[in-house]
């Protein structure tokens, strides 16, 4: 029987290193005497012995960025030959730049509903998952498209001054960290009449009214 190669790396592997390795496991009812790599169709190196039935590694060093193509060849002891399917991996060594947009530096705003927008770029990947960190705090994850300007609207509870970044990562683990801007929340002061009721009935012409004020 020719022998069966199983490819154990997923199609569509991502890499951030030009140093990777490819799986791989043969199997055949006599023996693997020898195994080869090809890369974008072209033999890249050969390893011998091989143990049957056994997950191999090839250490591919190298590698240069962008997407390839691999399969493996194998060679029983009576040298019957075949080869694996083929797959593909990218190498994406970084390229990764985040833009902020707005909230401008230093900005003041008054409102509880901060629309945030950043653009993101990436060499190789049309999509990347980013979040929005206030304060040391994650408020907002989401998709963000290569090239393309990302609006989220976060909304806040509390005003005051607030430090912001934007975290993205590409299908590889690239991540990359923004710049750190502020900006100031200034809420208008809340004020709670609490005495006396609504809708209250007195008999005299002198009413204290008690109220509170709260502000940021």
Do not use: M
Not at 41 to 47: D, S
Not at 94 to 102: A, E, N, P, R, S
Not at 142 to 151: D, L, Q
């Amino acid at each position: 029987e020719h022998p069966v190669i199983l490819l154990n790396t997923a199609n569509n592997s991502f890499f951030n290193s030009s140093t990777l390795n490819l799986t791989f496991t043969p199997s055949d009812n006599t023996g693997i005497s020898s195994c080869s790599l090809y890369i974008d169709g072209g033999l890249n190196q050969t390893k011998s012995p091989i143990t049957n039935g056994a997950a191999t590694n090839f250490t591919l060093i190298g590698a240069s960025e962008g997407q390839h193509t691999w399969f493996v060849g194998c060679n029983d002891t009576i040298n019957l030959v075949n080869q694996s399917q083929i797959r593909t991996f990218t190498v994406d060594l970084d390229g990764i730049g985040v833009q902020l947009l707005y909230p401008f530096n230093g900005s003041n705003l008054f409102t509880s509903n901060v629309e945030f927008s950043f653009n993101v770029t990436d060499n190789l990947d049309p999509l990347l998952l980013c979040n929005i960190t206030v304060n040391n705090a994650v408020v907002n994850v989401s998709i963000a498209v290569n090239g393309a300007i990302t609006n989220r609207t976060v909304s806040f509870s509390q005003g005051g001054f607030k430090l912001w970044n934007v975290t993205c990562i590409d299908d590889a683990s690239n991540r990359v960290v923004s710049e750190t801007r502020n900006f100031t929340l200034a809420f208008a002061p809340v004020i709670n009449l609490t005495s006396p009721s609504n809708n209250f009935y007195q008999n005299t012409s002198q009413i204290v009214l008690y109220y509170n004020a709260t502000d940021d």
